[in-house]
């Protein structure tokens, strides 16, 4: 008895949809549960210049934006005048603010920089665990804009969009 190779194929046929099937409800589930880890903020813990410890947990509650930077990064350095500045609109209705120098850059120029320039937000040296928490930070700058709930409403990775991000947080300081 040969065996009839169309017969073979249809058999052949609903279990390659079924794998198929399994692959794409595979990837939609490891896309969901990532996309979703990404909503929330990690526990993270940022030691500021003056050696006081703060964690995400402490700003539970509140609006703010971490802000990881370099004085290395020249785009870094062209947003941190419209980074104070926007801070400086917002901070009377509650922002808070955390720029994070990445664990690469020398804490004396981030000293330096922050006092030259008085920065008027929390400064933070990472020793690397802070990036990695907030999903392997490697590129600068990348902003994070946390609500009261410890939601991550935007990441933007490069300069913000400032009408976008002015736009964000007033809607997130009004509730």
Avoid: H
């Avoid at 009839?4 to 279990?15: D, E, G, Q, Y």
């Avoid at 692959?23 to 006081?52: E, H, N």
């Amino acid at each position: 008895m040969s065996s009839n190779p169309s017969t073979a194929a249809r058999r052949a046929s609903p279990l390659r949809y079924l794998i198929a099937g399994a692959v794409v409800l595979a990837l939609v589930i490891a896309g969901y549960f990532a996309f979703a880890g990404q909503q929330r903020v990690p526990d993270a813990t940022f030691t500021l210049l003056s050696g006081q410890k703060v964690t995400t947990a402490d700003l539970k509650g509140k609006v703010y934006l971490v802000n990881f930077w370099a004085t290395s990064c020249d785009t870094c350095m062209k947003e941190m005048p419209q980074m104070v500045e926007t801070y400086n609109r917002f901070k009377g209705r509650g922002l808070e603010f955390v720029a994070v120098a990445m664990n690469y850059d020398a804490p004396m120029y981030v000293a330096n920089y922050t006092q030259t320039r008085q920065l008027p937000f929390k400064v933070a040296m990472d020793d690397g665990s802070a990036a990695k928490q907030f999903g392997n930070v490697q590129l600068t700058p990348t902003t994070f804009l946390i609500d009261k709930d410890g939601k991550i409403l935007k990441r933007y990775v490069g300069e913000p969009q400032f009408a976008e991000l002015d736009q964000l947080l007033e809607k997130a300081l009004k509730t």
